[in-house]
């Protein structure tokens, strides 16, 4: 069964940095192009970041180029999203999510993780 | 970046009725278009993708149609499950999502 779990959110202050994970098991993970989504309180999706499966191939979204860095260890079958310089705007939930290799969409989904920006 | 409008943003509705959402691309993305379900609290579920393939275990009360820059989706017999945010999805050029539409009881 394919499971995408996230993790490392939490509280922090503006300006301050974290670095979120997405575990993910069932499948075969370094086949897979992997992304980041997120969902600030009521509003809609956003997406955020790209990475092949080798990890060579890297996008993000304009809002957030120069502040977020995407990453994978595929030995531990484990994305990442570095989250610097963080914002009143960037309280979210974050989610990781499987790209489907025929057709670029995204099958699998986290169960996201709570970041929230507040002094 | 290619931008996605749904409309309406709210829809209200009651069992048994026929619904459609549509949504518009800034500009062409051939049938490069997928519509979520998503639930409160929970991570969002394809529905259909290629503007017109339903995805396998998704009842066949819900179809896609459209190509080009205009596209729907349409819930031919609304259950008390289908309420729920609806967001359409181009993955013509990188990925964007529009803005979502909330299906409520009337």
């Known amino acids: 069964e394919v499971q995408l779990v996230e993790s490392g959110g939490g509280l922090v202050q503006p300006g301050g940095s974290l670095r979120l994970s997405c575990a993910a098991s069932?499948?075969?993970?370094?086949?897979?192009?992997m992304n980041w989504v997120r969902q600030a309180p009521g509003k809609g999706l956003e997406w955020l970041s790209y990475i092949s499966g080798g990890g060579d191939t890297i996008y993000y979204a304009g809002s957030v180029k120069g502040r977020f860095t995407v990453s994978r260890d595929n030995a531990k079958n484990s994305l990442y999203l570095q989250i610097n310089s963080l914002r009143d705007e960037d309280t979210a939930v974050y989610y990781c999510?499987?790209?489907?290799?025929?057709?670029?969409?995204?099958?699998?989904w986290g169960q996201g993780t709570q970041v929230t920006v507040s002094s | 970046d290619i931008q996605m409008t749904q409309s309406p943003s709210t829809l209200s509705a009651s069992v048994g009725d026929r619904v459609t959402i549509t949504c518009r691309a800034s500009q062409t993305i051939s049938n490069r278009l997928a519509w979520y379900q998503q639930k409160p609290g929970k991570a969002p579920n394809l529905l259909i993708y290629?503007?017109?393939s339903l995805e396998s275990g998704v009842p066949s009360r819900f179809s896609g149609s459209g190509s080009g820059t205009e596209f729907s989706l349409t819930i031919s017999s609304l259950q008390p499950d289908d309420f729920a945010t609806y967001y359409c999805?181009?993955?013509?050029?990188?990925?964007?999502f529009g803005q979502g539409t909330k299906v409520e009881i009337k």
């Open positions: 069932g499948f075969t993970f370094s086949a897979y192009e």
């Open positions: 290629k503007a017109s």
């Open positions: 999510a499987r790209v489907r290799t025929v057709d670029q969409i995204f099958d699998y």
């Open positions: 999805q181009q993955y013509s050029t990188l990925w964007t």
